[in-house]
């Protein structure tokens, strides 16, 4: 059997049982065709399942690689062991590509990372998802530019990583966010905020997932009921909210999940959640919740 090397699968294949009826045939073991049949489909699903996996797991691009080297050269980290030089980034922790090689999502959260954050972390324009969550980025700030480079992005996690500072106007214009973390940290002799304007929300009506705990946040309510209307998750745990100040929100007609712990509100604004029928989880836990509960609101 004669195979060249512009042969393809199918090539190979048809020879390959050419071959086999001619040798049986001329042996006189025509029973044994089904045989050799059964080993070459079982070598061929195996080819074919090697193949499909490496398609998919892509081959890293030299510049996606280069830049990642060079964002871990900002960090002190020992959990980021697999990124060395010469090797597929695409299997590095907290990396994933897509089947071209490029960085579609960077979760490095909970890695013990500190630090800065190096600007070449905007090169990597095919992100969708940057998650930067539960690291030890004490006290630094944010990035301020660069974020326009990632208009890819739908999910951005930057919440108990130590940041501090007001968020930058970049952030504010990545229209494709649907899930938005920027949660502070809440410690009893340290405190870190972030300081943050509601306008922003005006270029996000994507969103349908926001976590705000522990962020100064009291004009928050009107800003997501006229910007954020299939908004689904909503957590503002501690946000120096007072009042009816938030009673806006049943207006928001997909809102499942709504955490308002921890703030000064008057448990009058629950009555104005009484016919919020797509809301199932609603925490308003906390010693300075004032005032009665009332009792339809458990209806």
């Given amino acids: 059997m004669m195979i060249n090397k512009a042969d393809t699968i199918n090539d190979v294949t048809l020879k390959f049982l050419d071959y086999e009826f001619a040798h049986h045939y001329e042996q006189g073991t025509t029973n044994e065709i089904p045989i050799a049949i059964g080993q070459l489909t079982s070598l061929l699903m195996l080819n074919i399942f090697f193949w499909i996996n490496c398609h998919a797991l892509g081959i890293c691009l030299q510049k996606e690689s280069s830049v990642l080297l060079q964002l871990k050269q900002g960090f002190t980290s020992n959990e980021l062991d697999t990124w060395q030089p010469g090797t597929n980034c695409c299997i590095w922790e907290g990396v994933t590509c897509d089947k071209l090689g490029q960085v579609i999502c960077l979760n490095l959260r909970n890695r013990f990372i500190s630090g800065t954050i190096d600007p070449s972390l905007f090169n990597l324009t095919s992100l969708c998802t940057l998650n930067f969550a539960d690291n030890q980025f004490n006290r630094i700030s944010i990035p301020k530019s660069g974020w326009d480079q990632l208009a890819n992005l739908s ?17 504010f214009h990545l229209t494709k966010l649907t899930s938005l973390d920027l949660s502070s940290f809440n410690h009893k002799f340290k405190k870190l905020y972030l300081t943050i304007q509601p306008t922003f929300l005006r270029n996000m009506s994507s969103l349908r997932e ?7 946040g009291n004009q928050w309510c009107g800003a997501l009921v006229n910007s954020t209307l299939v908004l689904e998750a909503l957590s503002m745990t501690g946000c120096s909210l007072f009042g009816a100040s938030c009673s806006s929100l049943f207006m928001l007609p997909f809102l499942s999940i709504l955490r308002l712990g921890y703030n000064n509100l008057d448990s009058s604004i629950l009555d104005s959640f009484v016919n919020f029928t797509s809301l199932y989880d609603l925490r308003v836990q906390g010693k300075k919740f004032k005032g009665i509960f009332p009792k339809k609101s458990f209806n």
């Fill in 155 to 171: 999910s951005l996690d930057l919440s108990h990583a130590g940041f501090v500072g007001e968020i930058p106007v970049g952030i």
């Fill in 210 to 216: 926001l976590y705000l705990d522990h962020t100064y």
